[in-house]
C-alpha cells in the first residue's frame, strides 16, 4: 500500500473544474506539510499548492484558481482546481513530509518524503 493516493483526475474541457483528493495510509497528516506537484511530458516536475503550519502557498500560474486543503477527520488533502486552462495538463502528485512541530509549507520536492503514484489531468476541448 502506496502512503498516498491520489483520485479524481480526467479529462476536462478548458475552463472546467476538477477535484483531486489524495488520502493518506501510512500516517496521519497532522503536523506535516501537504503539498501538490505537477509533470508535463518533457518538463520537470514543479510545485503547485502547499499546506503548511504559517499556512499555503501557489505557484504564479495557478495562484486564483487552485485551492488547497486538508481534510484531517478523513486524513486526505484536496486539491480544487478551478478555470482550469491546456497549459494544466499533467500528472498530479500529492506529497507529505513530517512529523514536524512547525512544518512549512514549500513548493520543493526535495522537502517531501512520501509521494502518490500520481493521477492524469487532461484539459482539452
Known amino acids: 500500500q502506496l502512503p498516498l493516493v491520489e483520485s479524481g483526475g480526467g479529462l476536462v474541457q478548458p475552463g472546467g473544474s476538477l477535484r483531486l483528493s489524495c488520502a493518506a495510509y501510512?500516517?496521519?497528516?497532522?503536523?506535516?506539510?501537504s503539498g501538490w506537484f505537477r509533470q508535463a511530458p518533457g518538463k520537470e516536475r514543479e510545485g503547485v499548492a502547499c499546506?503548511?503550519?504559517?499556512?499555503?502557498n501557489y505557484t504564479t500560474s495557478v495562484k486564483g484558481r487552485f485551492t488547497i486543503g486538508v481534510d484531517y477527520a478523513k486524513n486526505t488533502v484536496w486539491l480544487q482546481m478551478n478555470s482550469l486552462k491546456p497549459e494544466d495538463t499533467a500528472v498530479y502528485y500529492c506529497?507529505?513530509?513530517?512529523?514536524?512541530?512547525?512544518?512549512?509549507?514549500?513548493?520543493?520536492?526535495?522537502?517531501?518524503?512520501?509521494w502518490g503514484q500520481g493521477t492524469q489531468v487532461t484539459v482539452s476541448s
Open positions: 506529497a507529505a513530509d513530517g512529523p514536524h512541530a512547525f512544518p512549512q509549507a514549500s513548493l520543493s520536492s526535495h522537502d517531501y518524503r512520501y
Open positions: 501510512a500516517f496521519g497528516l497532522a503536523f506535516h506539510r
Open positions: 499546506m503548511g503550519h504559517g499556512g499555503t
